[in-house]
């Protein structure tokens, strides 16, 4: 059967190189490198919660470092596709985690978050962890999705199995001890994951009195965790980033499913919140297919919560995967969401993302601060798959696959030697 995939907006996220398989893979050796990268996701943390929410010592750590003024997520905005893009390098499509849960259609299997631990088949590319211990180099993770995945046959040499309930002090203990191991024992890359920001934004929203309090949580968290590197007799760099931003929904704008009217005899569906993913079924011809896309194009213009237009395939290599983002995508309008059902009680107003990268409230978070970097200086835009290539060159890492993304963009913010500016890249 013919594949095809509607979506609403077409992305275009500045500083992406385009995925080529043809494209030659540099072979040079990447040059020796001391450098230090703790590399730390704020869930959930929007661009602009800094200055929103008087988070002063993340803007002292910008203001000794980089930061951009917004870190471009790839689509869908949400948590699993996006941390799986900024380790990887590689837009969903390509490293496989289309959504936070999906179905493929090959495999005839679900996937929701965490699989990758038991069955890490769902997860393509190098992460950066796996690309450091593949080259001598040790990394460490104290959480970050799929991390505890045996990708590529490995794990980081040290690791945690998540825990949503784990200490987040206890986090920042723990990577300080790595660093402050022995230098044949210590690794040099260390990942880390913090949800707080994300939880607190979906229950109370983006403009609430509880994201305020959370921020100021994590404002001294991180500030602690910087001060503590910083005393290291390493080199260390601190890179802040954050997986999409935060947007109020509302429960009067919601769309149930069901009214959509989508036969289960011929497609199945599964509904990732922001989107829904619509798979024809084996027996369902590609007239039948046609005729659904062209009923629910005309439901569309006649329902202001969501939308869709033709094949946007060849537009974009965000959700170029149809065997798990769909045959049929359809995408929720702000501050709309798709629920399954209604329930009881609740908030009028709560947080949501999964929505168009470029919406003003889905831009996230990107503070650069140590060594590698210049001081005081200020980015533009900056999608999320320049930081792979940018820890690989700070590491002096080489490349092993092709990546989407490149980190242009980020060059004028390095403080490297220039024997370490273009390590293999």
């Known amino acids: 059967m013919k594949n095809w995939l509607v979506v609403i907006f077409i992305l275009v996220l500045s500083g992406c190189a385009s995925f080529n398989p043809k494209e030659k893979v540099s072979s040079d050796i990447a040059?020796?490198?001391?450098?230090?990268?703790?590399?730390i996701s704020l869930d959930g943390f929007r661009w602009d919660y800094i200055e929103k929410y008087q988070a002063k010592q993340l803007a002292s750590i910008a203001e000794q470092g980089?930061?951009?003024?917004?870190?471009?997520?790839?689509?869908?905005?949400n948590t699993f596709p996006n941390h799986l893009s900024i380790v990887t390098g590689l837009h969903p499509g390509h490293h496989g985690i289309v959504g936070n849960k999906f179905y493929d259609s090959e495999r005839n299997e679900y996937y929701k978050m965490g699989d990758g631990k038991s069955d890490s088949t769902?997860?393509?590319?190098?992460?950066l962890w796996n690309l450091a211990e593949m080259q001598g180099v040790k990394a460490a993770s104290y959480f970050w999705p799929e991390s505890d995945a045996r990708i590529n046959g490995r794990h980081p040499s040290y690791f945690y199995f998540y825990s949503h309930n784990a200490s987040y002090s206890n986090r920042v203990?723990?990577?300080?001890?790595?660093?402050?191991?022995?230098?044949?024992?210590?690794?040099?890359?260390?990942?880390?994951?913090?949800?707080?920001?994300d939880s607190i934004g979906h229950t109370y929203g983006p403009e609430s009195a509880e994201i305020e309090e959370a921020v100021a949580y994590l404002d001294h968290l991180i500030g602690d965790l910087y001060r503590r590197l910083q005393a290291?007799?390493?080199?260390?760099?601190?890179?802040?980033?954050?997986?999409h931003g935060m947007t109020e929904a509302r429960m009067k704008d919601l769309?149930?499913?069901?009214?959509?009217?989508?036969?289960?005899?011929?497609?199945?569906?599964?509904?990732?919140?922001?989107?829904?993913?619509?798979?024809?079924?084996?027996?369902?011809?590609?007239?039948?297919?046609?005729?659904e896309i062209e009923?629910?194009?005309?439901?569309?213009?006649?329902?202001?919560?969501?939308a869709l237009v033709g094949d946007a395939r060849r537009r974009t290599h965000a959700v170029d995967n149809t065997q798990r983002s769909g045959d049929i995508l359809l995408e929720i309008l702000p501050p709309s969401r798709f629920i399954n059902q209604l329930k009881e009680g609740g908030r009028d107003v709560f947080g949501a993302h999964g929505y168009d990268p470029l919406h003003p409230d889905m831009g996230a978070l990107f503070v650069a601060a140590g060594p590698a970097f210049k001081q005081g200086?200020?980015?533009g835009r900056l999608s999320n798959l320049a930081i792979y290539p940018l820890v690989a060159r700070i590491m002096g890492l080489r490349l092993l696959s092709h990546i989407d993304g490149d980190d242009a963009a980020v060059l004028p913010a390095l403080n490297l030697a220039p024997s370490t500016t273009s390590p293999g890249h």
Request: aromatic share 6%; hydrophobic share 45%; no cysteine.
């Open 31 to 39: 040059q020796p490198s001391k450098q230090h990268v703790v590399l």
């Open 66 to 77: 980089v930061r951009a003024e917004k870190l471009i997520p790839v689509y869908p905005t």
């Open 122 to 127: 769902w997860v393509e590319g190098i992460p």
């Open 173 to 197: 203990d723990q990577i300080v001890q790595w660093l402050s191991l022995p230098e044949h024992q210590r690794p040099r890359l260390v990942t880390g994951y913090f949800s707080m920001a």
């Open 232 to 243: 290291l007799d390493i080199e260390v760099n601190l890179v802040l980033v954050s997986d």
């Open 255 to 291: 769309l149930l499913v069901d009214e959509l009217n989508i036969d289960p005899a011929r497609f199945s569906l599964v509904n990732d919140g922001s989107h829904l993913m619509i798979h024809a079924r084996q027996d369902t011809t590609e007239q039948q297919l046609a005729a």
């Open 295 to 306: 009923r629910l194009s005309e439901l569309a213009e006649k329902d202001y919560r969501f």
């Open 377 to 379: 200086l200020q980015l």
